[in-house]
């Protein structure tokens, strides 16, 4: 029997204008884009279906990627001249970071070595294999200095899906949610896509990125579809990701 849920949809036809608050391309300071000729042609791969706004978020993660404001406004810089270089004068750029919640993220809040997103959010993270043990005191610190927390891919933390109301305490600590695009997928597994669908029904994510880190991601976005009640759940998220982002 036919149904209207059962129609796909290609995810990046209702992406047009959307401002990308969590990618990897810029170049060589992280897991992500390694060049600046890598950098253009993934943002050349978002201009095709019309996202041309984006706030970079290299990591900052102690003993792997110890940026911090001076190295993150470097590569930042040899971007834009990039850009200019490609006649891309039309792409918005501009640079936060992903934050790990590990034993130097506090003394980087001190010492005003952080990289908010639009001045007021810190976009954070946490390991795949484990929890933060200083979670609840880092999350008191951001709070305390007048930041908003976002946490990047809650659904991506397998460790949390058995116990389900982490996610409640932690929103109830004032932590927004930030999804993954890829996670309305399978690309990270059907658990990370489960967890996915089960937190967007709940109503409990903020807001909507790409996390894009290189060229096979970017494909793998391009041919990917979800269903209409699916694209429902996530229509709102990226109106508001574009809202508090892109227009304030």
Known sequence: MFSFFSKKHFLIDHLEGFIDIHNHILPGIDDGAKTVDESIELIKGFGEFGVTDFICTPHIMENYYPNNPTTINSSLSLLKN???MNNLDHVNIDAAAEHMIDSGFEKLLDDKKIMPLSKSYILIEMSYLQPAINFDGAL???KEKG???ILAHPERYVYMHNTRYKYKNIKEE???FQLNILSLTQFYGKEVQKMCLSLLKEKTIDFIASDIH???????LKEAKINSNQ???IRPIIERTIYNFKYN
């Open 214 to 220: 290189n060229l096979k991601q970017l494909k793998f």
């Open 140 to 142: 008191h610190e951001i």
């Open 174 to 176: 004032g932590v927004l």
């Open 82 to 84: 990039g850009l200019k």
């Open 231 to 233: 694209l429902n759940l």
């Open 147 to 149: 930041y908003f927390p």
